[in-house]
Nanobody
Framework: EEQLVESGGGLVQAGGSLRLSCAAS????????MIWIRQAPRKGLEMISV????????YYADSVKGRFTISRDNAENTLYLQLNNLKTEDTAMYYC?????????????????RGQGTQVTVSS
C-alpha cells in the first residue's frame, strides 16, 4: 500500500523559513516524479512544484518561484520542500503526492493520492 507522510509544518513569521519532508513507502520512489500541492483556507488545490524521478528537473509555480526549493533523496525515499522568505499568503495545508510518470516539464502532473498534509501558517 502506498503511503505518504508529510511533516515539518508549523507557525512561522513572515520572512521565515521551514523545511517540509515527505516520507514515501509502498512504491518504487525513484521511478516517479513527485509533486507538492497546497490548499489555502477557502481555496482550491494549487500545484506548486514538481521534481522529476532522477537527473534533476525541477519546476515551480510562479507564486513560489525563487523562494521554495524542491529536492529528493531517492536512497531515503524522501521528498523535501524548503520554504524561504515565507509570506502570509503561503498559509496552507501542504501535501505531497506521486505523479503518474517519471518526467515532466512543468509544475503540474497527474497524481495519485496525497498524504494527510502538514499545516504551514505564516503570521504577519
Amino acid at each position: 500500500e502506498e503511503q505518504l507522510v508529510e511533516s515539518g509544518g508549523g507557525l512561522v513569521q513572515a520572512g521565515g523559513s521551514l523545511r517540509l519532508s515527505c516520507a514515501a513507502s509502498g512504491f518504487t520512489f525513484s521511478n516517479y516524479a513527485m509533486i507538492w500541492i497546497r490548499q489555502a483556507p477557502r481555496k482550491g488545490l494549487e500545484m506548486i512544484s514538481v521534481i522529476n524521478a532522477a537527473f534533476g528537473g525541477t519546476y515551480y509555480a510562479d507564486s513560489v518561484k525563487g523562494r521554495f526549493t524542491i529536492s529528493r533523496d531517492n536512497a531515503e525515499n524522501t521528498l523535501y520542500l524548503q520554504l524561504n522568505n515565507l509570506k502570509t499568503e503561503d498559509t496552507a495545508m501542504y501535501y505531497c503526492a506521486r505523479c503518474a510518470a517519471a518526467y515532466y516539464d512543468s509544475p503540474s502532473c497527474d497524481y495519485y493520492s496525497r498524504g494527510q498534509g502538514t499545516q504551514v501558517t505564516v503570521s504577519s
